[in-house]
T-cell receptor, first 114, second 110 residues
């Protein structure tokens, strides 16, 4: 069984469109994250939710809006897509905050904005 | 602010060679330190961790020691295999924030 799953795996879209990426974890964890990995493999945290509450919100354009309908899901909606949004987006989860506990990562969603 | 700096890659080694990937950090508190590995086309997986100074994390033949005096957490393996080819990320967690290094790609040739 896949622990952290993301859909879609690949997403190709035009500038200006709105798109969503979904994430689900079946590990029973209470904390979920979104990361962005650029073309140079640099990985940066975007958001973190603990028990459906937003606890980390890094400097990310407000075109990005996370939504956590329950502890097992954390979706990422992006409005008015720009070329610079092209990247691989990873979802992750942990039990408790990641300071001491292992994060489990999904396989990533490669977003290409044309 | 907190940050992680790791050596740039790619690092290319022959099978059975000794591996060192350098990682240094800057933190205002008392961070936990991690190494994650990313195999091609996959998400990151925790390789090892250390939560306080002088701790040694180890897994699958890899080791790293938390050195507070040199603010370092270098990754080592005595004999690499082709299957170790991947991107390795050093990371720290401090006060619930997580910071990753830029990743070091390792290529191991038969």
């Amino acid at each position: 069984d896949t622990a952290v799953s993301q859909t879609p795996k690949y997403l190709v879209t035009q500038m200006g469109n709105d798109k969503s990426i979904k994430c689900e974890q079946n590990l029973g964890h209470d904390t979920m994250y979104w990361y962005k990995q650029d073309s140079k493999k640099f990985l940066k945290i975007m958001f973190s939710y603990n028990n459906k509450e937003l606890i980390i919100n890094e400097t990310v354009p407000n075109r990005f809006s996370p939504k956590s309908p329950d502890k097992a899901h954390l979706n990422l909606h992006i409005n008015s897509l720009e070329l610079g949004d092209s990247a691989v987006y990873f979802c992750a989860s942990s039990q408790g905050l990641a300071g001491y506990n292992e994060q489990f990562f999904g396989p990533g969603t490669r977003l290409t904005v044309l | 602010g907190d940050s992680v700096t790791q050596m740039e890659g790619p690092v290319t080694l022959s099978e059975e060679a000794f591996l060192t990937i350098n990682c240094t950090y800057t933190a205002t508190g008392y961070p936990s330190l991690f190494w994650y590995v990313q195999y091609p086309g996959e998400g990151l997986q925790l390789l090892l961790k250390a939560t306080k100074a002088d701790d040694k994390g180890s897994n699958k033949g890899f080791e790293a020691t938390y050195r507070k005096e040199t603010t370092s957490f270098h990754l080592e393996k005595g004999s690499v295999q082709v299957s170790d080819s991947a991107v390795y990320f050093c990371a720290l967690s401090d006060r619930n924030k997580f910071y990753f290094g830029s990743g070091t790609k390792l290529n191991v040739k038969p």
